[in-house]
């Protein structure tokens, strides 16, 4: 895992805390994640009632809004409470911040309109893919 935390480290080290949020979201949006990726975050959406939400942000229309109370209802406290404890920060500023940063990230892992069938792949294949958008 050397050249991926090579890889990470610049991408954090160039970003500060965002880069870290964008690490941390990687990991949740990663095939074996604690979520299921991207599928199993569409599923949480979907029980929340908000898919529409995580569905226009995969789609090529217009995309929603999304608030930080959203974003702790849909990914609960648990989830919230890790990240916050991995940023330093209060579990309200994470879910602001996640509301601000997850809507583009989507959109940018899923250029297509689609989310893929077999998912957005392996935590380093999501970092190369930030790590693409960063030159861009």
Do not use: C, H, R, Y
Request: hydrophobic share 40%; no cysteine.
């Amino acid at each position: 895992m050397g050249l991926l935390d090579s890889v990470m480290g610049s991408v954090t080290g160039q970003l500060g805390q965002e880069g870290n949020l964008l690490k941390i979201l990687s990991e949740l949006l990663a095939n074996n994640s604690e979520l299921g990726g991207l599928a199993g975050l569409v599923e949480k959406f979907n029980q929340a009632g908000m898919g529409n939400i995580i569905n226009s942000w995969i789609g090529s229309g217009e995309k929603l809004p999304i608030s930080g109370e959203q974003i702790s209802t849909v990914l609960g406290s648990g989830v919230i409470g890790n990240i916050a404890t991995q940023l330093g920060i209060d579990p309200a500023q994470v879910s602001s911040q996640i509301s601000q940063v997850l809507p583009g990230l989507i959109n940018k892992l899923t250029p297509a309109g689609v989310a893929p069938e077999g998912g957005l792949g392996n935590v380093s294949d999501l970092i190369g893919k930030l790590g693409g958008f960063l030159k861009s």
